[in-house]
């Protein structure tokens, strides 16, 4: 932000002149929420094979002044409470305009009047360049490693999942299938045994939701995890369950999925993913939903592949 008010003529306006220069940086800020520094950093690492970091401020630095904490902490508090009503709207125009004007300016008298110690806390910007010139040299020589064996390991790993007692799924359709001539007809000519040889809740993929998505049910690994078969999703081309995930010593397990289910069999040329579509199309009309009433709950572990 300190050096943000310093600029002038930036090409994107984002300098000096700018009335709302502190609200646009605060939405930087929050851009990464919910994820950490050492997910994001790993999820780079997996996404481009290393990363090179400019170091912004000194290791050994004293702690900011009140003055400066405290302007940047009320600033945080007015943001969450103009994005909970305004989302992204410009902080000129909504219900604390008038705040946000009066805060862009604190905030400028406060950094301005704090530059001594904000300029003593900075890296030289020679220094940051050197640095920085130095991890390209590596990386350009092969001589980059990872920071951890761990993200390492979770680069091999595609995705996570609970899986499911494939014995206990057959039995449930088979149920199902006396109970709903519908199923029946749909099983009908279909060695299910033979093509259904494991069964699986997809938590979270490496392609689709990124390595830190993955990474982060490692706390969980090789736990038991109750699932609840809550319907039947069918067209003549994809079969699924709709299911229920439960929680583990208190803690709910999600799927970072949209919907959460267990793919059960697919035709001829039809890629299992295909039955993410399912939702979408029984909003539509084109597939059928059949309540399992009461659900059947399943034990599966949590696993990663």
């Known amino acids: 932000m300190f050096r943000v008010l310093q600029r002038v003529n930036h090409p994107g306006g984002l300098d000096k002149s700018s009335p709302n220069a502190g609200y646009v940086l605060l939405m930087f800020y929050h851009l990464y929420e ?44 007015l943001y969450n409470l103009h994005t909970r009503k305004h989302g992204r709207l410009e902080s000129t125009k909504g219900t604390y305009a008038k705040e946000w004007a009066k805060w862009e300016k604190q905030l400028r008298e406060t950094l301005h009047g704090n530059s001594e110690h904000l300029n003593s806390i900075q890296v030289p910007f020679e220094s940051a360049v050197s640095s920085v010139l130095e991890q390209l040299k590596a990386i350009a020589k092969g001589e980059y490693s990872t920071p951890s ?51 699986h809740v997809t938590l979270a993929h490496k392609r689709s939701h990124g390595v830190a998505a993955v990474a982060s049910y ?20 994809l079969a699924a369950l709709d299911v229920r995930l439960g ?48 659900p059947v709950r399943l034990t599966g572990t949590l696993e990663f592949f």
């Open 34 to 77: 919910g994820k950490n520094r050492r997910e994001f950093e790993t999820e780079l690492i997996e996404r481009f094979g290393s990363i090179v970091k400019m170091p912004l401020l000194q290791s050994s630095r004293p702690r900011f002044p009140d003055s400066v904490k405290n302007v940047i902490e009320e600033g945080i508090s």
């Open 149 to 199: 064996s761990e993200r390492r390991k979770f680069g091999a790993i595609v995705y996570a999942a609970v899986t499911l007692p494939v014995s206990e799924i057959h039995g449930l359709l088979y149920a199902l299938a006396e109970k709903h001539p519908q199923i029946d007809a749909l099983m009908e000519g279909k060695d299910m045994e033979n093509s259904l040889k494991n069964s």
């Open 218 to 237: 490692g706390s969980y690994l090789h736990q038991n995890v109750p699932v609840d078969m809550t319907a039947f999703l069918f067209t003549d081309k």
């Open 247 to 294: 929680s583990i010593d208190g803690e709910q397990i999600t799927s970072r999925n949209e919907w959460p289910h267990v793919t059960l069999w697919t035709a001829s040329g039809v890629k299992a993913q295909e039955a993410n579509t399912l939702p979408q199309l029984l909003s539509e009309g084109k597939a059928t939903r059949m309540e399992i009433d009461p």
